[in-house]
């Protein structure tokens, strides 16, 4: 009951927007190996401001426009397009520490005192399509830009200027507890110098959402030279920042492009990986191959590495000796969930529903935010016999896609197949119930 009343103060919110379209299409970007590089990256700033790493995810969004933002105390979102920009891990540690001071200082608190809706499906969704809409990108600027429920929208998410200089305040005090450059700070800034004099139509999502003058430019300058330190260098944090960019780019940019960079790498195993996903792409299976497995040999037993293996495997159509590399990352990762919807996609794929919806629910129990996973997830149901549940899944994977016409179908489904007061049930009722508030505004 408590789920539904707060996903409705959040569709009050965004409903009149979510229900005008075209929306531009905001989703995540979920990877193992990418997320577990933010998150080493992360820890050392999380603790200095006094958050738990394991309660705070860093979470890509797969957007190539500049931005990083918050909607709750439980993630912060950084479009890819940022990740790809930014040159170094203090850079992006600053972001990160920015971002982490919004939640301290209690501006998504006192903003959104009764948001919790993020923690669903349906809140997810609904909370990346208002945040992209928000920043004015592609064709939610062109339709919805000069409307009151856009501007409302920008207004819900964009923080004050009293607002950023507390967060650089904040965020600085935080890098430098850490031991990080915080002249990193003042590289995000200059990606954005001059951006304040632009039409809004023209300017970053970044700039939208975290305003930016040249007075709040000159604080941060002096407060960053007023505390700077000689800071011992940090392999460790090059190896994963270089190690999240580099898969990162070889996904989304053309594999020649980073068949031609990957000796740039900071060291030969993520060379490896790299040219290994570029092969893929060129759906050349005997180098993808040769290369991941060069890397494995630098880095043995890497989980994160065996999962991309079992990735260019099962979509090289080897299914079984994909099951068989993901059921060894899976043991290696102590049963990492989207290592282990990825081990379900392989068994699925290799013929094996039950034991597919086995492992795929033990990975949705802990992660619920992968729409490939709730895919794959539905179709274990279908093939098992359990309709119920795959309209359910199904209801909450268009709902995490911000999609709440398609979410509420199935989620009618759902309530006609399963038992009245389920925890399945209930779930379906969520996603209907938001569904239906949003199509009433």
Same mark, same amino acid.
């Given at each position: 009951m408590r789920r539904v009343q707060v996903i409705g103060a959040m569709v009050m919110l965004c409903a009149a927007l979510l229900a005008a379209a075209p929306l531009r299409a905001a989703s995540l970007l979920r990877d193992a190996d990418i997320e577990y590089a933010l998150? *080493?990256?992360?820890?050392?700033?999380?603790?200095?401001?006094?958050? !738990?790493?394991?309660?705070?995810?860093?979470?890509?969004?797969?957007?190539?426009?500049?931005?990083?933002?918050?909607?709750?105390?439980?993630?912060?979102?950084?479009?890819?397009?940022?990740?790809?920009?930014? +040159?170094?891990?203090?850079?992006?540690?600053?972001?990160?520490?920015? *971002?982490?001071?919004?939640?301290?200082?209690?501006?998504? /608190?006192?903003?959104? !005192?009764?948001?919790? /809706?993020? $923690?669903?499906?349906?809140?997810?969704?609904?909370a990346l399509a208002a945040a992209a809409a928000a920043s004015g990108g592609g064709k939610a600027a062109a339709g919805l830009a000069i409307g009151s429920q856009s501007s409302a929208m920008r207004l819900f998410f964009a923080h004050t200027r009293a607002e950023e200089s507390s967060a650089d305040i904040?965020?600085?005090?935080? %890098?430098?507890?850490?031991?990080? +450059?915080?002249?990193?700070?003042?590289?995000?800034? *200059?990606?954005? $110098?001059?951006?304040?004099?632009?039409? *809004?139509?023209?300017?970053?999502?970044?700039? $939208?959402?975290?305003?930016?003058?040249?007075?709040?430019?000159r604080a941060l300058a002096g407060l960053v030279a007023s505390v700077s330190k000689k800071t011992a260098p940090n392999p460790t944090a090059d190896y994963w920042f270089d190690r999240a960019k580099g898969k990162l780019s070889a996904f989304l940019r053309a594999p020649g492009w980073t068949l031609r960079r990957a000796d740039d790498s900071v060291s030969k195993d993520i060379a490896h990986m790299r040219r290994a996903v570029a092969y893929h792409r060129q759906s050349d299976l005997n180098r993808a191959t040769k290369e991941i497995d060069a890397a494995l040999a630098l880095r043995r037993n890497d989980a994160l590495y065996l999962d991309l293996k079992g990735q260019i495997l099962l979509e090289s159509r080897q299914y079984k000796s994909a099951t068989s590399v993901y059921a060894s990352a899976a043991k290696l990762a102590g049963n990492h969930p989207l290592i282990l919807s990825g081990y379900g996609r392989a068994l699925l794929a290799a013929g094996q529903p039950g034991q597919a919806l086995k492992v795929l629910e033990a990975a949705r129990?802990?992660?619920?935010?992968?729409?490939? @996973?709730?895919?794959? @997830?539905?179709?274990?149901?279908?093939?098992?016999?359990?309709?119920?549940?795959?309209?359910?899944?199904?209801?909450?994977?268009?709902?995490?896609?911000?999609? %709440?016409?398609n979410a509420a179908i199935h989620a009618k489904r759902a309530e006609a197949l399963l038992p009245r007061g389920s925890g399945p049930w209930n779930r379906a009722m969520d996603v209907l119930h938001a569904a239906q508030q949003a199509k009433r505004r």
């Open positions: 998150t *080493e990256l992360a820890k050392p700033v999380l603790h200095a401001a006094g958050l !738990s790493p394991s309660q705070v995810k860093i979470l890509v969004v797969h957007d190539g426009t500049l931005n990083a933002f918050v909607v709750d105390t439980q993630a912060i979102f950084i479009h890819s397009g940022l990740i790809l920009k930014l +040159d170094s891990a203090a850079a992006l540690q600053a972001v990160i520490a920015h *971002e982490a001071a919004h939640i301290t200082n209690g501006h998504i /608190s006192r903003r959104l !005192s009764n948001f919790r /809706s993020a $923690r669903t499906a349906a809140g997810i969704g609904m904040s965020s600085v005090r935080y %890098l430098v507890r850490a031991g990080i +450059d915080p002249q990193g700070a003042m590289d995000v800034q *200059e990606l954005f $110098r001059g951006q304040d004099v632009l039409s *809004e139509a023209r300017q970053d999502p970044y700039m $939208r959402t975290h305003p930016m003058n040249s007075d709040r430019r129990a802990r992660d619920f935010r992968d729409p490939r @996973l709730l895919r794959d @997830l539905a179709v274990a149901y279908a093939k098992t016999g359990n309709n119920g549940m795959a309209s359910v899944v199904t209801a909450e994977r268009y709902a995490l896609q911000g999609d %709440l016409k």
